[in-house]
């Protein structure tokens, strides 16, 4: 079982950046693609963007050419660079992997990300 584990969040005002990491205890490549997901307070768990394992990304409107998910394969890492942040982006941030489809079946711990007007 790859066990997912996300480092990088933190405070952060409004306008500035944060680069997300996400850290698999096993081989990436089990996945179908990887991600990362955002819940907000008293909102529902939404999909922030995912890439596959031949690099290919896609993202939710709200953070296209804001935030950008890449992969490191040999480092079995996934991250999630943050820019030209909003209040709006305050959440805890899931890195997941997808074994099948566009599904999370595997979820990190979270972290925060707050970032203040």
């Known amino acids: 079982q790859v066990q997912l584990v996300e480092s990088g969040g933190g405070l952060v005002q409004a306008g500035g950046s944060l680069r997300l990491s996400c850290a698999a205890s096993?081989?990436?490549?089990?996945?179908?693609?990887m991600g990362w997901y955002r819940q907000a307070p008293g909102k529902q768990r939404d999909l922030v963007a995912t890439?596959?394992?031949?690099?290919?990304?896609n993202y939710a409107d709200s953070v296209k050419g804001r935030f950008t998910i890449s992969r490191d394969n040999a480092q079995n890492t996934v991250y999630l660079q943050m820019n030209s942040l909003k209040p709006e982006d305050t959440a805890v941030y899931y890195c997941?992997?997808?074994?099948?489809?566009?599904?999370?079946?595997?979820w990190g711990q979270g972290t925060q990300v707050t970032v203040s007007p």
């Open positions: 096993g081989t990436i490549f089990i996945f179908g693609a």
């Open positions: 997941t992997g997808h074994l099948l489809g566009s599904i999370p079946t595997t």
């Open positions: 890439i596959t394992p031949g690099g290919n990304t």
